[in-house]
């Protein structure tokens, strides 16, 4: 399924309230990904709070950017509680 982010807020922890085209909201958790090539640069509070919608996806100031369908599939709805 192909949904355009709409919205897109940084929040504590790494992780990002993303808001979809359908009004979805889900959470995407960008920790596992602070390890890999130039998403290291994202563990700069300052670099990963500049985080905003781009066309349909979303893009931080170094222009680094993540597809909106790995954004739906790998985040999980804010209303379920989630066991981590």
Aim: charged share 35%; no cysteine.
């Amino acid at each position: 399924m192909y949904l355009a982010i709409k919205d897109v807020k940084p929040l504590e922890d790494y992780t990002l309230l993303l808001k979809f085209e359908n009004n979805e909201e889900r959470i995407f958790d960008v920790k596992p990904y602070l390890e890999i090539g130039k998403f290291k640069e994202l563990k700069d509070k300052n670099l990963f709070e500049s985080v905003r919608v781009s066309f349909d996806s979303i893009e931080w100031a170094n222009q680094l950017d993540l597809d909106p369908e790995l954004l739906y599939e790998k985040s999980y709805n804010k209303s379920v509680k989630r066991n981590i």
